[in-house]
């Protein structure tokens, strides 16, 4: 019986055959994949040709497409529905990967071709695009340290093995907290609570084997516990538990990881000759140094802060007239802001939630992507991973162009957050391939399931990171969708938030879940006036953690995280009433693997890019404008990291940005 991992599929749009792979198939189909790509590479580097594009960059292009296959289903299943069958197998496979990938930047035959291609590259009549995939092969081996030899050479493959190690122990460590805590509410407890988070509460606890309701770390029950919550004393309870993650001593403890972490990638940095990680980090971004993030970051920080401690006096003063004394604590800024936010602007989120039904916001984010470039989406009846996920084919004038996967609900097996991955990139070489995408999220279950604002903007956030990978038009894989610039990455995800923001959209979509009638105007005018309510305490959760990672990789490693996390933060004037949005314990984006260190900056960095993205479709008149839409396409969507990002947006919208319509659009402009 042969392994459903490494058969060729024939099952519908090449998906993955989830209804005959077991557990069990994984570590074989590994072991042979690794043997198979490492097989390939030998071979390219030993070719006894001259080296050339095809028989070297484009080979190493068309390597490893069973290993390809076995890892997108693997973490697929890892990140989604993790098991401790699977945790165990992420820990075995994660060092091993680590060792494949130091092997190939390491291997010197390899490394000689690609670098006298390199030297070679204005006579080899390339195309532009294998220009730059020449250019980012040849970067790649230099950066992992292909130039490195002997004792500094041995040294660069332990530490990387060990990053790879300490990674996935951070990720299930924080699994771990997140999925054995809860809260036990009695029915007491509901009190004040509206129908939706007692429902969620109630199906949480029946998935968690709880007798009653129970309140969770899912974002998607926190949230608004923290904001409905009468009891003060629950809610100091659930925030500390949340705040807590990863540092709660113990196996699951992250801060000596996160330490050694540090003290690795700066040790990766000084073999390659860099001064700090964040001047390696940052080289190959758009920021291109440490000083040009951190002025971003502070022209944000000081009208947000000063919006921030202006806003706290107003919550505290609400505070004092409930009759409770003292200070203004983390755990009473939602509940006092939502309070807040019903008295200024008459919206309740208990009211607002019945109209931003999941089935309606999906249609909606396909509705804004059919007007905008002609994608239509069918529902496909297909096994999946789990009995939530669910598959469309997205076409165009007929055409095939994707599979999309929505897996959109909360369980205890999946890890938090949401994020977006392509189990197949788009590609022409070696073969064409089409997208398969999937967007997972972490919403609470319900009948119909509802979201919260800021869950609808998530749902248009991940989206746009799919739109990325569906639109992807490019010949070499290693190219393909969001394969760009970590601070460009983000671009195309937030600026496909303003959509949820167009009146039109909202007007047709958000419909009452049990009336079926469309959101009033005067709330939609109400909603959309309040989109800026709040924003200097969500400013600064999230600059203060971005200058925290900064920190962290700037300088010399330091020898107690949490030491410099407190410092910085002393320095910054931070509010004692607003956390850090993810404090060292539980930074997954910084420490679970390098995507986001030294790089959390990159979502601000990409908003002032889409603020002013957006603008060009005002300026045209419309939110659907076709040439606006077309143009976005052209020089966005569709280009993956076949040029360089900043030329990329020059060409889509005729220069580069200011900081001017981020500082806007988050109403912190100077009044």
């Known amino acids: 019986m042969t392994n459903p991992l490494l058969d060729t599929w024939t099952t519908p749009f090449g998906l993955a055959p989830f209804d005959r792979i077991r557990d069990e198939d994984f570590a074989p189909a590994f072991d042979a994949a690794l043997a198979a790509h490492k097989a390939e590479i030998d071979a390219i580097a030993a070719n006894p040709a001259a080296a050339d594009f095809d028989n070297t960059v484009g080979a190493l292009e068309a390597a490893g497409k069973e290993l390809d296959q076995v890892l997108s289903v693997f973490y697929t299943v890892a990140g989604a529905d993790s098991t401790p069958a699977r945790e165990e197998l992420q820990r075995a496979f994660s060092p091993r990967l680590a060792a494949h990938s130091a092997e190939i930047t390491a291997n010197k035959a390899l490394f000689a071709r690609v670098a006298d291609l390199w030297a070679r590259r204005d006579d080899l009549d390339l195309t532009e695009e294998q220009q730059r995939v020449l250019m980012l092969t040849h970067r790649g081996f230099v950066r992992s340290g292909a130039a490195l030899t002997g004792a500094e050479d041995a040294r660069m493959a332990e530490i990387k093995s060990r990053l790879a190690v300490l990674g996935t122990q951070f990720t299930q460590n924080l699994l771990a907290d997140e999925r054995t805590w809860t809260l036990a509410l009695s029915e007491d407890d509901l009190e004040g609570l509206p129908g939706f988070l007692i429902s969620a509460a109630r199906a949480a606890g029946k998935e968690k084997g709880a007798d009653g309701p129970v309140i969770t770390l899912s974002r998607s029950l926190i949230t608004p516990f923290l904001q409905f919550s009468p009891r003060r004393d629950l809610r100091e309870l659930a925030w500390r538990a949340s705040v807590a993650r990863g540092a709660n001593g113990g196996a699951t403890d992250n801060r000596a990881i996160a330490a050694e972490i540090l003290s690795l990638r700066a040790e990766r940095a000084a073999l390659l000759g860099y001064d700090s990680f964040a001047a390696y980090k940052l080289e190959t971004e758009m920021a291109r140094t440490p000083d040009a993030v951190r002025d971003l970051l502070m022209a944000v920080w000081t009208p947000a802060r000063a919006q921030a401690e202006a806003d706290a006096a107003v919550l505290e003063a609400m505070m004092h007239e409930d009759g409770i004394n003292g200070d203004l604590e983390p ?207 969500q400013t600064v959760e999230y600059v203060a953690s971005a200058l925290v990672d900064l920190a962290f990789h700037e300088g010399a490693p330091p020898a107690d995280p949490m030491a410099k996390q407190a410092e910085v933060l002393a320095e910054l004037g931070m509010p004692r009433t607003i956390a850090m949005r993810h404090a060292t314990p539980h930074f997954a984006h910084v420490f679970s693997g390098d995507g986001y260190s030294s790089g959390y900056y990159s979502y601000m960095w990409s908003e002032v890019m889409d603020a002013d993205a957006f603008a060009a479709f005002e300026e045209a008149g419309s939110a659907f404008d076709p040439e606006r839409a077309s143009a976005l396409e052209t020089f966005i969507l569709s280009t993956g990291g076949s040029r360089d990002p900043a030329e990329l947006y020059t060409a889509f919208r005729g220069r580069l940005p200011g900081v001017e319509a981020l500082l806007k659009g988050r109403g912190l402009a100077a009044r």
């Open 331 to 537: 755990w009473d800024w939602h509940y006092y802001a939502a309070r807040r936010r019903v008295a200024e602007h008459d919206l309740d989120e208990a009211t607002l939630k019945p109209y931003l039904q999941l089935d309606r916001m999906i249609e909606a984010s396909f509705a804004c992507a059919n007007r905008l470039f002609g994608l239509e989406f069918t529902p496909l009846d297909l096994p999946l991973y789990h009995p939530d996920a669910r598959a469309w084919e997205v076409t165009r004038k007929g055409q095939h162009v994707a599979v999309f996967i929505g897996d959109y609900f909360a369980r205890g097996s999946k890890r938090s957050g949401a994020w977006c991955s392509a189990m197949q990139s788009q590609a022409r070489y070696p073969q064409v391939r089409h997208p398969i995408v999937i967007n997972v999220c972490n919403f609470a279950k319900g009948d119909p399931a509802l979201l919260s604002y800021d869950d609808a903007r998530t749902l248009f956030h991940e989206f746009g990171h799919a739109l990325h990978q569906m639109l992807s038009d490019v010949t070499y894989p290693s190219i393909s969708g969001t394969s760009v610039a970590r601070d460009f990455v983000e671009l195309p995800s937030q600026l496909y938030e303003h959509w949820l923001e167009v009146p039109e959209v909202l007007a047709e979509f958000a419909t009452h879940a049990e009336t079926g009638q469309p959101m009033p105007r005067d709330m939609l005018d109400r909603l959309l006036g309040a989109a800026t309510f709040d924003m200097g305490f």
